[in-house]
């Protein structure tokens, strides 16, 4: 099974790409891409929403229209069954939780390909949605600095300029947990302002990139 990473991220797409390393027998990951075009045919695309929202604005459906794309899987944080039905209403084929497990994630894709929707199990009534995801597979900018994935997350959208308010609406959490995550981010990476932490964002990949790449770190010689 042919497999593409989408993401803006260039360290999240190769983190993807080496979790699925030790299943080359089963996935081939033959590109990685920060620009949402897949150039390579591909049954799955895998598309990582970190620091995006791609299921309400264009990006799931610029990759859709994608003629090499296949099935399109997101993988995801944001679990919100209004979500689910939009990605599918759109033209996922698969909407994966980002707490599944390598295994379970390539399962899930042979599934896509083979046919099936596949999707994680959405929130019950009474689930905190601002928690901390448990267990998130890959890797994601500023985890060397101690970053959690969400407070990567918040800081990567505060780099991008987005305020309290539009990063509460992008990642579908309350403004006062939006908050906890900054608090934690600034003095994880030792900033107080605003501006300090857009700095360091800056300077250390939290803003998106341009790569695509054939054969992705963790994948060579497949």
Same mark, same amino acid.
């Given at each position: 099974?042919?497999? $593409?990473?989408?993401?803006?991220?260039?360290?999240?797409?190769?983190? &993807?790409?080496?979790?699925?390393?030790?299943?080359?027998?089963?996935?081939?990951?033959?590109?990685?891409?920060?620009?949402?075009?897949?150039?390579?045919?591909?049954?799955?695309?895998?598309?990582?929403?970190?620091?995006? #929202?791609?299921?309400?604005?264009?990006?799931?459906?610029?990759?859709?229209?994608?003629?090499?794309?296949?099935?399109?899987?997101?993988?995801?944080?944001?679990?919100?069954?209004?979500?689910?039905?939009?990605?599918?209403?759109?033209?996922?084929?698969?909407?994966?939780?980002?707490?599944?497990?390598?295994?379970?994630?390539?399962?899930?894709?042979?599934?896509?390909?083979?046919?099936?929707?596949?999707?994680?199990?959405?929130?019950?009534?009474?689930?905190?949605?601002? &928690?901390?995801?448990?267990?998130? #597979?890959?890797?994601?900018?500023?985890?060397?600095?101690? &970053?959690?994935?969400?407070?990567?997350?918040?800081? $990567?959208?505060?780099? #991008?300029?987005?305020?309290?308010?539009?990063? $509460?609406?992008?990642?579908?959490?309350?403004?006062?947990?939006?908050?906890?995550?900054?608090?934690?981010?600034?003095?994880?990476?030792?900033?107080?302002?605003?501006?300090?932490?857009?700095?360091?964002?800056?300077?250390?990949?939290?803003?998106?990139?341009?790569?695509?790449?054939?054969?992705?770190?963790? #994948?060579?010689?497949?």
């Amino acid at each position: 099974m042919r497999v $593409a990473i989408v993401n803006d991220y260039e360290v999240v797409v190769h983190g &993807l790409a080496a979790m699925l390393a030790p299943y080359r027998d089963r996935v081939r990951v033959v590109e990685v891409d920060v620009d949402g075009h897949v150039a390579s045919e591909v049954d799955v695309t895998l598309m990582d929403t970190f620091a995006q #929202q791609p299921i309400t604005d264009s990006h799931l459906e610029q990759v859709l229209s994608s003629p090499r794309a296949g099935k399109v899987v997101v993988f995801t944080w944001n679990m919100q069954p209004e979500l689910v039905d939009l990605a599918l209403a759109k033209g996922a084929r698969g909407y994966l939780d980002k707490s599944t497990h390598a295994e379970q994630l390539v399962e899930a894709l042979e599934k896509v390909a083979g046919g099936d929707v596949v999707v994680s199990p959405s929130f019950g009534p009474g689930t905190d949605t601002d &928690l901390e995801p448990a267990d998130t #597979q890959g890797d994601w900018p500023g985890r060397a600095h101690g &970053l959690s994935p969400r407070e990567a997350e918040v800081l $990567a959208l505060i780099t #991008q300029g987005l305020t309290n308010t539009d990063i $509460a609406r992008r990642t579908y959490l309350s403004i006062n947990s939006v908050k906890t995550y900054i608090r934690n981010a600034y003095r994880k990476i030792g900033v107080t302002r605003r501006s300090q932490a857009v700095r360091w964002g800056l300077e250390n990949s939290m803003t998106p990139g341009s790569e695509r790449t054939r054969t992705p770190r963790g #994948q060579a010689g497949t």
